[in-house]
């Protein structure tokens, strides 16, 4: 599913009309969230 060129990755939920983007370090920890409506 792509949104504007998005690219959902694997696992990605796409069953809501909204979605979360994501800074993630190397090591896994989330450093920031971006609440992102269309």
Known sequence: ???CGWK???GFST???WFE???VSPEGK???RYP???
């Open 21 to 23: 983007l994501y800074a």
């Open 36 to 38: 992102y409506s269309p």
């Open 30 to 32: 989330v450093l920031a």
């Open 1 to 3: 599913m792509d949104k």
């Open 15 to 17: 069953e809501m009309d």
């Open 8 to 10: 959902v990755p694997p």
